[in-house]
T-cell receptor
Framework: AQRVTQPEKLLSVFKGAPVELKCNYS??????LFWYVQYSRQRLQLLLR??SRESIKGFTADLNKGETSFHLKKPFAQEEDSAMYYC???????????????FGKGTKLSVIP | GAGVSQTPSNKVTEKGKYVELRCDPI?????LYWYRQSLGQGPEFLIY????????DSGLPNDRFFAVRPEGSVSTLKIQRTERGDSAVYLC?????????????FGPGTRLLVL
């Protein structure tokens, strides 16, 4: 069975400090990994996906297959980064054609001014 | 353009009642997903539609839950004989074709409270 674990429920950092939101997964295969973000009073939205290898709003995430991790990092936190962050995976192949997402429980990031 | 919309935004009902939750996906998106998010949890998959058909309903918790998408656009999630444990935020998402790596766009959710 696939599972996504986000060990921290809440992470508080000072503005300008580095941020690392942890995500570990278990999956028998090669999944697709995503980070979704939900800002206050907004809907859930995609932040980045591992396949794109892009940096969005200064965030990056590297897939480490050996450690089955996909941690989200940003070198200098900003107040506007305060939000709920969810790590998610979907299968790389689905016989049923369903690429539904399996989410972690989320980490609330609070950036202190 | 318009994103995914869901109605109602909030629904309060009594235990044992029947409820319907509506999702209007992004125009032209053939793939539609329903998720349920309980307090303190991440969203959990319920059902996936490709066009009008339910291609994967493996996440529905029991036979009190049912969903339809008769014309391949709007979808309705139906819950019979509601229980207090059904209280959650029900999220709908759509993607262009439901394919590998596609972005899923989420609606604002319907917050269901069963008293």
């Amino acid at each position: 069975a696939q599972r996504v674990t986000q060990p921290e429920k809440l992470l508080s950092v000072f503005k300008g400090a580095p941020v690392e939101l942890k995500c570990n997964y278990s999956y028998s295969g090669s999944p697709e990994l995503f980070w979704y973000v939900q800002y206050s009073r907004q809907r859930l939205q995609l932040l980045l996906r591992h396949i794109s290898r892009e940096s969005i709003k200064g965030f990056t995430a590297d897939l480490n297959k050996g450690e089955t991790s996909f941690h989200l990092k940003k070198p200098f936190a900003q107040e506007e980064d305060s939000a709920m962050y969810y790590c998610a995976l979907s299968p790389a192949y689905s016989g049923a054609g369903s690429y539904q997402l399996t989410f972690g429980k989320g980490t609330k990031l609070s950036v202190i001014p | 353009g318009a994103g995914v919309s869901q109605t109602p935004s909030n629904k309060v009902t009594e235990k044992g009642k029947y409820v319907e939750l509506r999702c209007d996906p992004i125009s032209g998106h053939t793939a539609l997903y329903w998720y349920r998010q309980s307090l303190g949890q991440g969203p959990e998959f319920l059902i996936y539609f490709q066009g009008t058909g339910a291609a994967d309903d493996s996440g529905l918790p029991n036979d009190r839950f049912f969903a339809v998408r008769p014309e391949g656009s709007v979808s309705t999630l139906k819950i019979q004989r509601t229980e207090r444990g059904d209280s959650a935020v029900y999220l709908c998402a759509s993607s262009r074709r439901g394919g590998y790596q596609e972005t899923q766009y989420f609606g604002p959710g319907t917050r269901l409270l069963v008293l």
